[in-house]
């Protein structure tokens, strides 16, 4: 069974800071999906970086960046230079490409309350 | 636009009662997912379908059906609802390839 583990239930770091969220997860497949989704006060789900497992080269878009490493089974999202609008609850999930219909789980971990202070 | 709608944001449901929480999208997607959140638990899957009639088990199935007749209609079903299924109910969907998610806006559920 797939499972994600996020370890940090809550952070707290100043503006400008970097700051590094942790994520396990556990799976015997090869094929998947990570992704990092961010979840303002608004509850609206909002995709922050997707890393496919084929790929070696770590994800970055803008100031976010993930280390993957896979044989470890990790997946840490880092944010450079925070901004108060960061502030959110930050969802790590995993979603099983299977290799027959119907073996797509998509599956996510506690969450991560990040807040940024000014 | 893509387009995933849960169809009510809140209700309030009286313990006992059969309760249907509706997610419609408008993009074709094979897989569709019901979660719900709550504080410290994360998203907790339910059910999820990949293709019309067909359903499988999440990690809490208990007390939670599912029904998935047309394509683009996956509903949860609450038999006999109960208090300790007080929740934000929360709907996704993607295609086979699973490269994007779409969310719905969520559904508040008391049950009193």
């Known amino acids: 069974a797939q499972t994600v583990t996020q370890s940090q239930p809550e952070m707290s770091v100043q503006e400008a800071e970097t700051v590094t969220l942790s994520c396990t997860y556990d799976?015997?497949?090869?094929?998947?999906?990570l992704f990092w989704y961010k979840q303002p006060p608004s509850r609206q789900m909002i995709l922050v970086i997707r890393q496919e497992a084929y790929k070696q080269q770590n994800a970055t878009e803008n100031r976010f960046s993930v280390n993957f490493q896979k044989a470890a089974k990790s997946f840490s999202l880092k944010i450079s230079d925070s901004q108060l609008g960061d502030t959110a609850m930050y969802f790590c999930?995993?979603?099983?490409?299977?290799?027959?219909?119907?073996?797509?789980?998509?599956?996510f971990g506690q969450g991560t309350r990040l807040t940024i202070n000014p | 636009d893509v387009k995933v709608t849960q169809s009510s944001r809140y209700l309030v449901k009286r313990t006992g009662e059969k309760v249907f929480l509706e997610c419609v999208q408008d993009m074709d997607h094979e897989n569709m997912f019901w979660y719900r959140q709550d504080p410290g638990l994360g998203l907790r899957l339910i059910y999820f379908s990949y293709d019309v009639k067909m359903k499988e088990k999440g990690d809490i199935p208990e007390g939670y059906s599912v029904s998935r007749e047309k394509k683009e209609r996956f509903s949860l079903i609450l038999e006999s609802a109960s208090t300790n299924q007080t929740s934000m109910y929360l709907c996704?969907?993607?295609?086979?390839?699973?490269?994007?998610?779409?969310f719905g806006e969520g559904s508040w559920l008391t049950v009193v």
């Open positions: 799976t015997s497949e090869n094929n998947y999906y």
């Open positions: 999930a995993f979603m099983n490409l299977g290799s027959i219909q119907g073996a797509q789980k998509l599956v």
């Open positions: 996704a969907s993607t295609y086979l390839s699973g490269n994007t998610i779409y």
